[in-house]
């Protein structure tokens, strides 16, 4: 029994792919039809519908259609050494979309910015290092940097760790009177716990302090930061406070 040959609606209705593009890699010259007729209709034999789902099954895995076009021209066994070689690079993508999407439903959870692990598979440095670099280059040559970052290095990861929680239960605390005046007792009694525990990093006088109160207020990274305690004014509020108590 003769083979039938197949109208482009044949192979429409067998792949699911449409007429157009069909014509379009008739166009590029990747997939040309067996015959045309006297009125110009592609025909295809069914022969040639596995190189139709090769070149389908070869864009699903993310080639472009010239390297397609490349790849179909290879050997079963140099086409083999090409798809192990993607398989390593869908292989990375995965990972980093998986690291992506974590940091994603971390920061939609309330995890600020700072804190994400983003940037480690680009040419984009890890946020951390930005913050650092950028602290560097603003305070760099300042005694007062200096100092913070001798005081880092000297310290240990865990006891690191710990001055920075300590710092975070103040947070929470001064989050937590946010229907008081900035001026109250009990707020500033807060402020005189905070400005020691970040004295234990660099020797603050009253010009670094409202250096600090005014990034709190007007670095959007510091205000993101701070909505994690539940308060989206705890940065304007810790601005009036610390002014407050450097002008007292």
């Not at 440095?125 to 005694?143: D, H, S, V, W």
């Not at 001064?174 to 402020?191: F, K, M, N, T």
């Amino acid at each position: 029994m003769k083979k039938p040959l197949l109208a482009v609606k044949d192979i429409v209705q067998i792949t699911g792919i449409t007429s157009r593009t069909l014509h379009y890699y008739d166009r590029i010259h990747l997939y040309k039809p067996t015959h045309l007729t006297e009125k110009g209709y592609r025909l295809y034999d069914r022969s040639s519908l596995a190189k139709l789902q090769t070149i389908l099954f070869l864009k699903e895995l993310d080639f472009s259609l010239k390297e397609i076009a490349d790849i179909v021209k290879l050997s079963r066994q140099e086409q083999e050494q090409i798809l192990k070689q993607q398989r390593q690079t869908l292989l990375s993508r995965k990972q980093r979309l998986e690291s992506i999407m974590a940091a994603l439903e971390e920061y939609v959870s309330g995890k600020d910015i700072s804190q994400l692990q983003l940037f480690n598979s680009t040419s984009a440095l890890p946020l951390k290092q930005q913050y650092e670099n950028e602290a560097r280059f603003i305070y760099g040559e300042t005694e007062t940097y200096k100092e913070f970052n001798e005081t880092l290095e000297s310290i240990s990861p865990d006891e690191k760790e710990a001055r920075f929680e300590s710092m975070e239960v103040i947070f929470k605390q001064i989050a937590s009177c946010g229907d008081q005046d900035p001026a109250s007792d009990e707020v500033q009694r807060l402020i005189e716990q905070w400005k020691p525990n970040l004295m234990q990093f660099m020797t603050c006088d009253e010009e670094l302090l409202a250096c600090i109160a005014n990034t709190y207020k007007f670095d959007v990274r510091f205000k993101n930061y701070f909505n994690q305690y539940g308060n989206e004014d705890l940065a304007d509020f810790l601005y009036s406070a610390i002014m407050y108590n450097i002008n007292r």
